[in-house]
């Protein structure tokens, strides 16, 4: 168990409508991830927040992606009208950013399939 | 691009031997990082390696790093069936870099 959780571990969706993916991450980190994955391919970066702020989100994530970390400690993910492209695994994983170890730590992922 | 490239995308070995895979990236680095991914999970962390370091131990895991050259490599000595996974590596350029990746090494143990 490394800490991270993420809910729900899988959603099955109907195209067209919006998930809304939860991360709670390891209490003492500031920095939180969410990367998308497919079949194959490395996690491929999406947003990432150093405690409440967003500091950046990729140039390749529509305008249907939104995600928040309101209090700087859990964050959420929605993509809004989704797509069958949007299937994947969403990973959330959290880490700090000063001392001596600033890895990262993952979440077990969400799986979402949209049919 | 601030991803790190593995090389070889793939690699399949016999039980017992070892794998060495390496990763190039482009500018200096505060330190590179090494991840496994088990299918269908998320990624591990297994190492980190500082600029000022050049060789890492862990357990049967050996990274080296060779800043002139940018590039680092992952040695697994005597490789077991559970070692079957894809491996990737994390170049950061400061300690507050975001962390990304590449398309990884897949690694796969003949039984």
């Known amino acids: 168990d490394t800490g991270v959780s993420q809910d729900p571990r899988h959603k099955i969706t109907k195209r067209g409508q919006n998930v809304t993916f939860r991360c709670d991450p390891i209490?003492?980190?500031?920095?939180l991830y969410w990367y998308r994955q497919t079949l194959g391919q490395g996690p491929e970066f999406l947003t990432y927040?150093?405690?409440?702020?967003?500091?950046?989100k990729s140039r390749l994530l529509s305008d249907r992606f939104s995600a928040e970390r309101p209090k700087g400690s859990f964050s959420t993910l929605e993509i809004q009208r989704t797509e069958q492209g949007d299937s994947a695994m969403y990973l959330c994983?959290?880490?700090?950013?000063?001392?001596?170890?600033?890895?990262?730590?993952f979440g077990q992922g969400t799986r979402l399939t949209v049919v | 691009s601030q991803q790190g490239e593995e090389d070889p995308q793939a690699l399949s070995i016999q039980e017992g031997e070892n794998a060495t895979m390496n990763c190039s990236y482009k500018?200096?680095?505060?330190?590179l990082q090494w991840y496994r991914q088990n299918s269908g999970r998320g990624l591990v962390h297994l190492i980190l390696?500082?600029?000022?370091?050049r060789e890492k131990h862990s357990g049967r895991l050996r990274v080296t790093l060779d800043t002139s050259k940018k590039s680092s490599s992952l040695l697994i000595t005597a490789s077991r069936a559970a070692d079957t996974a894809s491996y990737f590596c994390?170049?950061?350029?400061?300690?507050?870099?975001?962390?990304?990746f590449g398309s990884g090494t897949r690694l796969s143990i003949r039984p």
């Open positions: 927040f150093q405690n409440e702020a967003q500091l950046e």
């Open positions: 390696i500082r600029s000022n370091e």
């Open positions: 994983a959290s880490s700090k950013t000063h001392g001596e170890n600033t890895e990262a730590f």
């Open positions: 209490s003492e980190h500031n920095r």
């Open positions: 500018t200096s680095i505060n330190n």
């Open positions: 994390a170049p950061l350029y400061s300690s507050a870099s975001k962390i990304i």
